[in-house]
């Protein structure tokens, strides 16, 4: 079985853009284990073949095996990514979930076995350290997960989904208080002039005087007549 998963990978690995974490064999597979349990053992056992086949590429040093490595790893990352998407989105739709104590185990061996890898100091260790790196933390943090309690796991997955929700809400809303109706832009293009009670020619410092002021200004203005 590795050997044919080996022979697979070298067929898929030169076309970038076509690479995927599964085989086509996989693939179908996976769409006829259609129960969350059903799917995360074909995921586990998906993930364990990555394992043993970057533990049998770490055996002997060749040129071309880097490659290899790094794209295993990132295949492997990936199946535990979407095994905790399958155990999240059970949960989510109150579907039974029952393999979470063997995933925990699995993923804790899966563990062990990639740390040790990690310690190995190859001459080719930079081209796929970064990979290995995140292979190893994604399985510690899915592990975490794993043995969580599943109540307390589904809890933390319902209110995830809220937020995700209330902030979808927040973007797709329109801002109620930042809206203008079209009267209101007309409003605002042609300003009405506000209403004067001042008398035509009349300024505001002489509207402003009182009747007797007034009367002595005429009364001056005549004087000077």
Known sequence: MLRFLFLALLCVAPVAAQRDFLTADEVDRLRDAQEPDDRIRLYLLLARQRVDLVTQLFAKEKAGRSILIHDTLDQYTKIIEAMDTVVDDALAHKRNVTVLPTMAKTERELLAKLEKLSEIQAADKQRYAFSLEQAVD??????GLSEQDVNQRA????????????????????????????????????????PSLLRKGETLEQANQTDDQKKKDKDKDKDQQ
Do not use: G, L, Y
Not at 165 to 193: F, G, I, L, V, Y
């Open 138 to 143: 994604a399985t510690r943090d899915s592990a």
């Open 155 to 194: 809890r933390e997955v319902d209110a995830n989904e809220r937020q995700i929700e209330k902030e979808h809400q927040a973007m797709t809303s329109p801002d109620r208080k930042s809206e203008k109706t079209e009267d209101q832009k007309k409003a605002d293009a042609n300003p009405k002039k506000q």
